[in-house]
């Protein structure tokens, strides 16, 4: 994150302490919300928040677009071998630890009516969302030294429209408005509008992180349409769209952040060992495909804090061999350097743009941003 090299550490597996995964709406002493009314969208709805009516990004949003038709990078291999494909097993970042209260993951929470908001220091407050954040002393934040803080505030306040997304890094709650953080960025979720060019977010790639978790409600239903997010330990010094951001090396060889990875459609494990969570898992990173998002350990992806995770449906996830994967080049769904809106499978602007000839080398003049 900008150039003070805190994104080269190693993202270790950290723990929600003394909170609920998704707060439930409370009564709060002070009102200040709008009242919610539902209101018609001229927008098709994306995938929805689960416990709430917003969904993450329409549903043109380049999250929630399947890659399986589009070409295979022209860079895969290369970036392949710099991530230990070869010998490597994904490893999910989340799941339950030996206290069952305080699960593995990053927490997130709805934020409750009549929440009063709250203004931050921070540390890269340039590239930062200067607030006011719904932060409280009741906000859960990750354990370890990112101290994420997720928050999602399904109504319109003051300072923010309906279904806004609130991520900070490197959060530490005060009161009485000395609350400090290292980074924070907000996400209209009913717009495909992304961060600024070249600015950070709670993430080193600039992205959202919420919409990129593996989250249990969505995994249970059996349906996750959405990209994930996952590290690696070394990223250069450029990114692609939809990311923002770099905080990488002299090293051509890593991949950029924003590169995405597609599983094999041929890759299976059997049913007696890949139950139903597991096979929900697989079916989303063969359509969606994951995106790197942050350095950090190699091929660990993330999702929710949460309770309800059993040792059993995180654990057969960690039979998927890393080099069962390929880069995809999805530069011909970019409709706007500026916007997360993509081209849909199906349309003509995908048969015309995203053919394996014309996006073979279309990485070069699309979406690529060096640092």
Not at 259 to 282: D, I
């Amino acid at each position: 994150m900008i150039a003070s090299g805190r994104w080269a550490l190693v993202l270790s597996v950290t723990v929600l302490v003394g909170v609920t995964t998704c707060a439930a709406p409370t009564a709060w002493a002070t009102t200040r919300h709008a009242p919610e009314v539902p209101r018609p969208s001229p927008r098709v709805a994306g995938t929805r928040l689960p416990r709430t009516r917003c969904d993450v990004f329409p549903s043109d949003n380049v999250w929630n677009t399947p890659i399986t038709d589009l070409p295979v990078d022209v860079h895969s291999a290369t970036w392949l071998t710099s991530m230990n494909a070869s010998t490597t097993l994904l490893h999910p970042d989340y799941g339950p630890s030996s206290n069952p209260r305080k699960p593995y993951g990053l927490p997130w929470s709805i934020v409750p009516a009549r929440t009063t908001f709250t203004r931050i220091k921070f540390l890269y407050a340039s590239q930062s969302y200067r607030g006011p954040y719904p932060l409280t002393a009741l906000t859960p934040i990750e354990g370890g030294s990112d101290r994420h803080a997720l928050m999602v505030d399904p109504s319109r306040s003051a300072t923010s429209a309906a279904c806004t997304l609130f991520e900070t890094y490197a959060t530490s709650y005060r009161a009485d408005g000395r609350s400090v953080a290292g980074s924070g960025a907000t996400w209209n979720l009913n717009s495909n509008a992304l961060r600024p060019s070249g600015y950070t977010s709670a993430d080193a790639a600039g992205l959202p992180i919420l919409p990129g978790l593996v989250n249990y409600d969505e995994v249970a239903s059996g349906s996750m349409n959405h990209a994930l997010r996952f590290t690696v330990e070394c990223t250069q010094q450029s990114y692609l769209w939809p990311a923002r951001h770099e905080a990488g090396r002299a090293n051509t060889n890593c991949p950029p952040m924003g590169a995405r990875f597609r599983l094999n459609a041929s890759f299976s494990l059997p049913t007696s060992s890949c139950a139903a969570f597991c096979q929900t898992v697989l079916t989303t990173m063969k359509t969606y495909g994951l995106f790197v998002a942050d350095n950090g350990s190699n091929w660990y992806f993330q999702g929710t804090a949460d309770t309800r995770w059993t040792a059993s449906e995180v654990d057969q996830l960690k039979a998927i061999p890393a080099s069962q994967f390929v880069a995809v080049d999805e530069s011909c769904l970019m409709v706007s350097p500026n916007s997360g809106q993509a081209v849909q499978p199906g349309t003509p602007g995908f048969a015309r743009r995203c053919t394996s000839t014309a996006g073979s080398s279309s990485s070069k003049a699309q979406g690529r941003h060096l640092g």
